[in-house]
């Protein structure tokens, strides 16, 4: 009996110690666990030089595995343009841009490039695909010569109709009133000669031809006096929603202690 109480309680010591030396492993597994990988370069950021956060966001941005890590990219953007907005102001809301979820996020983005940059007003921006371009192009040449089935199939084309949707206000009627008039067109119908279409026509396809390089002036053609995007890049933190002034990455957390 003395023996198997003994054999018990050596046991029971020795279980003991094994889950003594279990917790401090994990203690010292926690104590030595790696940090995030961006910690040591993001710890070695400071503000005089804002080129490092471009260059970091760039890097993590390529890289990124998780949300967290995008998130980290837009504030690394963010940070630099808010920090050199003359000289980086544009390439990181470019970078930006790429983060949008939605499109008015990406047109902000892509407006507030265009004032970063020095381009003067915020300005809209229908990107149109080259080839939803030119089968529009090619529906309002038929509409102007009074081919209208030609016309419409030249919409069926590439995204044509969705194009003319998003800038048929600018067309003599509207886009369903072009529509109808291609419908209405007769083999051997005469041109077109309603001087305010053609002129409407020309302009439309002009503007989305200059693309970036679209003045105001053109925008206005296509849109009309819709309100523009509003920005203040005197603002930094509705700009580039970050604070400029917590720009050190400390313990973990960006802090306005250097």
């Known amino acids: 009996m003395m023996i198997a109480r003994t054999s018990s309680h050596a046991v029971q010591t020795a279980f003991r110690c094994g889950l003594l030396a279990l917790a401090a492993l994990a203690s010292l597994a926690l104590a030595t666990a790696p940090a995030s990988r961006w910690d040591e370069r993001l710890a070695r950021l400071d503000p005089v030089r804002p080129m490092d956060y471009l260059e970091l966001g760039e890097e993590v941005a390529e890289r990124a595995e998780s949300d967290d890590e995008r998130r980290l990219a837009r504030q690394l953007f963010g940070l630099a343009g808010a920090l050199d907005t003359q ?79 998003s ?59 819709e309100p523009l995007i509003e920005i203040d890049l005197s603002d930094p933190q509705s700009t580039w929603r970050v604070d400029p002034k917590r720009a050190w990455w400390r313990n973990g957390a960006w802090s306005g202690n250097g």
Not at 90 to 100: D, I, P, T, V
Not at 139 to 157: D, V
Not at 170 to 184: P, Q
Not at 197 to 218: C, D, N, Y
Request: hydrophobic share 45%.
């Open 87 to 165: 000289r980086l102001g544009r390439s990181a809301m470019l970078a930006l841009a790429q983060f949008a979820s939605t499109p008015e996020e990406r047109a902000r983005a892509l407006a507030a490039a265009e004032l970063a940059g020095g381009r003067g007003s915020a300005i809209r921006r229908t990107m149109a695909d080259p080839a939803a371009l030119e089968a529009l192009a090619r529906a309002i040449s038929f509409h102007r010569r009074g081919e209208g089935r030609k016309a419409l199939n030249a919409l069926k084309q590439d995204g044509a109709d969705q194009l003319l949707e």
């Open 167 to 225: 800038v048929g206000d600018a067309l003599a009627g509207g886009a369903a009133v072009f529509r109808e008039e291609c419908k209405a067109m007769r083999p051997g119908s005469q041109p077109l000669t309603d001087e305010d279409a053609i002129v409407r026509g020309h302009l439309v396809e002009h503007a989305l031809r200059s693309g970036e390089l679209r003045t105001p002036g053109l925008d206005l053609a296509l849109y009309g006096d």
